[in-house]
């Protein structure tokens, strides 16, 4: 037993010979003040602006926050990191501008702020990018360290191999761009993969569309990104779902008033792209992909037949695809504006994906 404690002692982390760092919990501490002053330049933080920053562990990107913003609120989770911060900052010029949060940031209530900045616990990379743009009011942009496989899929392009989901959800919020790769020797302890830094700018206004039906869309689309809309499109259980949705909508109509306010969105609505996001799993597409290859024969084989209410489904379905001239591409090669563009031809001819 004692050998196995001093293994332990061996092999953990600390800060300033004191403080253990807890990889479990995503403490990777920026020991390069170089690039905490890039990051903190690239932020183009005001004097006035209120900075919020996610997880200061023990405060050298705060420190350098607190030198040029009007005021820093920080969320941090580790009860023992906050104690340090107030002791590194108490009596201080800055103290007085500093609040801190103890708790999780993806359950706490977020006050105002202008600007996020932040080196983040990367296994809450999704929820929290989310979370931060159903934040209202919006805030002005957001500088987070991300993994660097995370953030080449936030800025993907059409057509570019880490083009998915994530990349339509979040380019449909906002604006996203590639500021700088950071190498895992930056940190300490090192993390086992390369970081890079993305600057986020919520939309403003944000496109007039009910996210519920967008995720549905993009869901589909995005299931089988490199087969065409049509063959997508022509499966039995897409068709299924679609006509569900259908006979449910129609069922309502008949009762009641259905009004789609598209116009009003909320931090609600947001969230459904959070949740959706959150089963992607890095890494993991060219597994997917393989995997899509061997069920090409059994998909062709579930595929609706010519007769009965489902062929007459699945004539209107590929009608709006020809429509449209979608009907042979691929979800891999869509724009922001050609997913809104189908969805409101699939809601214009009352085909619905929620």
């Known amino acids: 037993m004692a050998g196995g404690k001093i293994q332990q002692k061996r092999h ?69 990191m906050v104690l340090e911060l107030n002791r590194r900052f108490q009596g201080t010029p800055h103290s007085g501008r500093l609040k801190l949060i103890e708790g999780d940031v993806l359950k706490c209530e977020l006050p105002y702020f202008d600007i996020c900045v932040a080196n983040i616990p990367y296994r809450i990379s999704s929820p929290l990018t989310f979370k931060l743009l159903a934040h209202r009011p919006a805030f002005r942009c ?49 993390p ?26 993009v869901r589909l689309c995005f299931n089988r990104k490199n087969k065409t809309l049509g063959s997508i499109f022509r499966q039995k259980n897409v068709l299924s779902l679609l006509e569900k949705n259908y006979k449910t909508l129609q069922a309502l109509q008949a009762t009641q008033k259905v009004q789609m306010e ?27 992909e393989a995997e899509e290859e061997e069920m090409e024969v059994e998909e062709d084989m579930d595929r609706v037949g010519e007769g009965g209410e489902s062929s007459s489904f699945k004539d209107q379905a590929l009608r709006v695809l020809k429509q449209g001239d ?13 997913f809104l563009y189908l969805l409101s031809l699939f809601n214009g001819a009352g085909i619905h994906f929620s």
């Open 12 to 80: 953990q982390h600390r800060w300033g010979g004191g403080l253990p760092f807890e990889k479990s919990k995503g403490q990777h501490i920026l020991k390069n003040p170089m690039l905490v002053e890039t990051i903190v330049h690239k932020s183009g933080i005001e004097p006035t602006d209120v900075v919020l920053e996610i997880g200061p562990g023990t405060g050298n990107l705060t420190k350098k926050l607190l030198e040029v913003a009007k005021s820093v609120v920080a969320v941090e989770l580790d009860p023992r």
């Open 142 to 190: 957001a500088v987070i360290m991300f993994q660097r496989e995370f953030a080449m899929r936030l800025v993907a392009n059409p057509g570019d191999a880490l083009y998915c989901r994530l990349s339509v959800n979040t380019q449909l919020l906002a604006r996203v761009s590639h500021l700088l790769k950071v190498g895992r020797n930056n940190f300490r302890p090192p």
């Open 192 to 217: 086992k993969v390369d970081s890079a830094v993305v600057r986020i700018e919520p939309r403003r206004p944000l496109p007039p569309v009910s996210f519920k039906e967008w995720d549905g869309l």
């Open 262 to 288: 598209e116009d009003k969105v909320s931090s609600d609505d947001v969230t459904v792209l959070a949740e959706m996001i959150e089963e992607l799993s890095m890494g993991d597409d060219d597994e997917k």
């Open 326 to 338: 979608f009907a042979e591409k691929r979800a891999a090669k869509l724009t922001q504006v050609d």
